[in-house]
């Protein structure tokens, strides 16, 4: 699955997508397009292997509504409209689940319909490799230093890049 860089330029090409400049809206979507991986916080902070218990049902449609539900409602909260500020998060959420989904391998899909269907998909083109930690060896930062996370890493800059610029452009034409 791809690196919270690439889910990041994921979240700011959500925020481009939907033209939306301010700081704190730009904030919440980088947050929401990372927000899934809060599951694997656990496993590193207990320094288990934090890959464990990750890609479970936080990594949902359903999630990715419940997130765009509290969006809404804290945007309400503050005086602004629901809608907007529910489609943004939503789509800034689904962003980690699609880019996920194209990471991963057919023996670990992820529960993409749920709470619908329990099922685990994953895509047939394996677009990202995962980054891996060998925390064996090194320790689970240092163990992130290696060739095969620097390549992975390039080719999520190949992917979202070009996708965060797209989104730009789309943007820009919807509003104008
Ligand atoms: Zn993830």
Redesign the pocket.
Known sequence: ?PSPLGHTIAGLAVAELFQYREGRVRRQAMLMANA??LDMLPGVLTSRHPDSK??RVS?SFGAAVAAGALAGCSAEARGRRFTPRFLQAVAAYGS?VAL?YLGKGPEDGLPVWWPFSERRHASKHHWFKTILSYAKKHGFWKGLLNRSNASALARELAVTGPAFLLARVIGKKIRT
């Open positions: 699955m899934a991986d990750h890609g990594h980690h996920d």
